[in-house]
Structure formats: C-alpha cells, structure tokens
C-alpha cells in the first residue's frame, strides 16, 4: 500500500467554499426548470423544504465529522456504528450517489453551452468531467483555488439576478398552487434534494483540513444555510419575472431569466457563469468521491482495491480513484436525460442520507455516557437526538416522492 498520506492544507474559508460550490451550481443551474414543472409558483417552497430536510442531516453529519475526521465520510460513520460489512456495502451506493451527481450536473453543463457553441453534447459530458479529473489530479489545493474562484463568480451572478428581479417582487402570487397542489410541491422538494449531495462530498475534505473537529462542523452548517437563503431568493426571483410553464420548457431556465431582464447580453453573462458553477459541481463531485474510494480500499482486505490508495503525482492525490471515478461519470453522463439522471442520484443520496442518520441514532444508542463530541446535536432525549428522527422521518417522505417523479414523470 502507498505510504504518502494526504496533505492538511484547507482552511475555513476553503471548507464553506466547497460546501457553497458543491451545492449552489447543482440545484439552481441545473434542475431549477424541472422542479417549477412540478410546483409551480410555490418552487421557494420546494427548495425551502428540500434545504430544511437536508439541513437536519447536516446536523448528523456535523457531529459525525467532529468525532470521525476522515476522509471516508459516511462510510466511516457507519463503519462506526454498524460495522464494516455494513459500510462497505453502502460504500457502493455512497460511490453511486457522488458519480450519477456528477453526471447530471455534467448534463446540465453541456444544455448551458449548447447556447453558445454547436457541439454535440456527449463530446462536452466528455470533456468537462475528464476536465475536473485533471484539476483533481492536480490536487485538493488547486480544485480549492479553482472551485474558490468559480463559487465567488457563481455567487456574483446570482446577486446581480436577485438584484435585478427584486423590483419584480409581489406582482406574483407565491402561494397560489397549480394544478398538482401540496403533492407537486413535495414532488419537487424530492427532485431538487440531489442538490444536496454536497454535504456527502464535503465531509470526505476531512483529512485534508486543519483542525477539522472543528472547522468541517461550521463548513457544513453555515453552506447549508447560506444555500438555503441563496436558493429561496433565486426561486422567487425566477416565477416572479418568468411564468413557470415557461421556466419549465426552457433549457437554461436562469439564462432566460437573464434575457427577460438584461437583454441577450445578459442570458450570455449569465451562461459563462452558469458554466463555472455546474463545473466546479462536478469537481467537487469527483473530488469527494475519489477520497471515499481511497478510503474503502484503505480499510479493504481486496487486493486489487489497493490500487485506489496510490497517492502520486504533481498534487499527492489518489489517481487512479479519481480517473475510476470519472470514467463512471462519463458512463451515466451519455444517458442524456437530466431528470431521469437526477432521481437516480437521489436515491442514492436519499439512501445514503437515511443511513447516516440512523447510524448516529445508533451510535448514540450504544454509547450513552461517553464524552461529547466537538459538536454535539441539541435537543436529546436519553441521548437521542430528535432532529436526527425529523430527518429521518422526512427523508423517507422525500425518498417514496422522488420513485414517484421516477416512475410516472409526474405527481
């Protein structure tokens, strides 16, 4: 086995970029048409309710990552609490959920240029996944520095949307249901929730991080809550200037919005910026699920997994995962079919999710008495903690929406 080891060198401020960046370019550039499909003028209330649930999570993965700062993620929290058959076996799904994640966004990526440049789409799934394996290749540091700067440009030209859309604000009814109702609206919440999976790719960032008991809980927590303000401002803005049966129908939904507001000058700003924030999705993607394969081959007893823990190269990273990881991603990127692709990858995460929280359940319950994590859920009966039971309640909701949206197309 290789004897280099991964190197501390992120800070805060590369933590909450990563968890802003791994979430923001995800669910609003790419799927935000296909959930207004769904619910409609209430889309905040969508994203609202996916973010509050994913949230709760974060609370498990916060205390999680505080006890366990390694670079496995959940597969190491369920190792801890369910054992290591257990967690390799749900390594496989935590492996899918990061992969198919990459591969819609990916998809989402190539409708976005499309606008500007005449390529066939599988050829740009192709080349802007093996694009991200490359910064990869170069290492945790230069990703941080390329996903830092594409998260600062993603955020700008979001700021600038709200900004031009607020004078639009109240001329449209946010609480009026279409024709699918509350169902439409939860339908919609399951769709968007694979936005989310960047919780899962952040904690894997933990054994690259200094005083990660620390600093991974407040990453996890404050990018969660920053993106659950940015995407509830930028649903309102885009039904409050768009129609949702045109927000719907259109590819690109934001840089329709852009055009409505800026003229074609603006739907082109808004593209080039659409393209950072989907690429350093799939970055970020790519990144935390080639330390999680790093990570179960460290733990296997399978030789030809050993390969995986080959840290090497210009940026001491694990090479070989990360080329696996992005020749999968090319694989369900060719599928073509964003929605489709997205409600795959969420049942992974909702199943990944799940497991998470019930494996701190667990974890609590086999060890009543021992010290507090760094970070420590509140609100505990007999040292259960009821928001994890929240989560887990919801995301059992959430998962019976998203086979729903899978099989029928619609609530």
Request: proline share 3%; hydrophobic share 55%; glycine share 8%.
């Amino acid at each position: 086995m290789e004897k280099r080891k991964l190197k501390k060198t992120l800070g805060l401020w590369d933590i909450l970029m990563f968890g802003i960046g791994g979430m923001v370019g995800a669910g609003i550039y790419a799927i935000v048409g296909e959930a207004a499909a769904l619910s409609g003028n209430m889309l905040w209330l969508s994203f609202a309710i996916a973010a509050c649930v994913a949230l709760l999570t974060g609370l498990s993965y916060a205390e999680f990552v505080s006890r366990f700062p390694d670079s496995g993620g959940s597969f190491e929290y369920i190792k801890q609490s369910l054992g290591h058959k257990t967690a390799l076996l749900m390594s496989v799904l935590m492996m899918f959920t990061g992969v198919v994640a990459a591969a819609a966004i990916a998809i989402s990526f190539a409708s976005y240029l499309t606008r500007l440049l005449e390529f066939p789409s599988w050829i740009i799934v192709i080349a802007i996944i093996g694009l991200m394996a490359l910064f990869n290749i170069f290492g945790a540091k230069y990703s941080s520095y390329y996903n830092s700067i594409a998260t600062i440009i993603t955020l700008l030209g979001l700021a600038v949307i709200i900004a031009v859309c607020i004078p639009e604000f109240g001329n449209t009814d946010l609480t009026e249901f279409n024709n699918f109702g509350w169902n439409g609206i939860v339908a919609s919440s399951a769709l968007i929730f694979f936005s989310y999976v960047g919780f899962e790719d952040l904690v894997k960032m933990a054994e690259e991080t200094k005083n990660a008991e620390k600093v991974m809980p407040k990453g996890v927590l404050l990018s969660g809550v920053a993106v659950l303000i940015i995407y509830v401002l930028i649903a309102i803005s885009a039904v409050s200037v768009l129609d949702w049966n045109k927000l719907a129908q259109t590819g690109g939904p934001l840089a329709a919005v852009a055009q409505t507001k800026l003229g074609t000058i603006g739907a082109t700003g808004l593209v080039v910026i659409a393209l950072f924030a989907t690429s350093k999705t799939i970055l970020s993607n790519i990144l935390g699920t080639s330390r999680l394969l790093y990570d179960v081959a460290r733990d296997s007893d399978i030789a030809w997994l050993k390969k995986f823990t080959t840290i090497s190269g210009i940026g001491n990273a694990p090479n070989y995962a990360i080329i696996a990881i992005a020749l999968v991603a090319i694989a369900f990127g060719l599928l073509g079919d964003l929605k489709l692709v997205a409600s795959i990858s969420n049942i992974f995460i909702f199943i990944v999710f799940g497991m998470v929280n019930f494996s701190l359940l667990i974890y609590r319950s086999n060890h009543r008495g021992e010290k507090k994590a760094p970070f420590h859920i509140p609100l505990n009966i007999k040292n259960i903690p009821i928001p994890t039971l929240f989560a887990l309640a919801a995301i059992l909701i959430l998962f019976g929406y998203n086979i729903y949206n899978l099989t029928q197309g619609s609530p």
